[in-house]
């Protein structure tokens, strides 16, 4: 493979769900994209840290887009059609586009995306979305395809499946609405859900 090409890419968020996604894929190369996230800075020192450990070539992809969002991850309040408080309209529409519009200059074939059964209650996050937007981005230039191999497990189940040591799950980065956990919000929330769930697993 030249250097110039990653056959592989996974968008890395840094949450508890692509860390243990990108343990079990090992792709090629990592994206984590600072979209006006309030939790950015975060999310990538974790990314940057477990792709460190894994020896994954790791790029951030900045993008000023804090003037499109809605709820907790933003300054905003909840748009009125979101389904939960951290909302953030089209987003995964928005972030695919963008990992594809940087990762093809590496000749990408594949990006995963970290998407978990939970993520269904949005519309971005269902088995119906991740089709079209493969769909959509495979028809353009490049021939990328988009995946998500985790869509039919929930979190414990990914993290079992993927057998991350605990020392790198423990660095994902799950609050959405700052650079330190507030314990209080949906992600805090979600991650403190799925340790309960594995923390009597035996699993390194």
């Not at 790198?168 to 330190?180: E, F, K």
Request: aromatic content about 8%; charged content about 20%.
């Amino acid at each position: 493979m030249g250097s110039s090409q990653k056959m592989t890419a996974l968008l890395l968020s840094g949450g508890m769900d692509s860390i243990a996604l990108l343990y079990w894929k090992r792709p090629d190369i990592a994206l984590t994209i600072d979209y006006g996230q309030k939790c950015a800075e975060a999310e990538i020192r974790s990314s940057q840290y477990v792709c460190e450990q894994l020896k994954i070539e790791h790029h951030v992809l900045r993008i000023d887009g804090s003037v499109l969002g809605s709820g907790d991850m933003s300054n905003e309040k909840p748009h009125p059609l979101a389904p939960q408080t951290d909302w953030w309209p089209y987003r995964n529409q928005f972030l695919i586009t963008l990992a594809a519009m940087y990762l093809i200059k590496f000749e990408t074939k594949k990006i995963f995306i970290g998407s978990v059964k939970t993520d269904e209650q949005f519309k971005d996050g269902t088995k119906k979305f991740i089709q079209l937007i493969n769909k959509l981005i495979l028809y353009q230039e490049g021939n990328i395809t988009v995946d998500a191999p985790a869509s039919n497990m929930s979190t414990s189940e990914l993290i079992l499946k993927s057998q991350i040591p605990r020392s790198l799950l423990y660095c994902a980065h799950s609050c959405h609405i700052g650079n330190i956990a507030c314990g209080r919000c949906r992600g805090c929330q979600k991650y403190i859900f799925a340790m309960d769930q594995i923390n009597d697993i035996n699993w390194d």
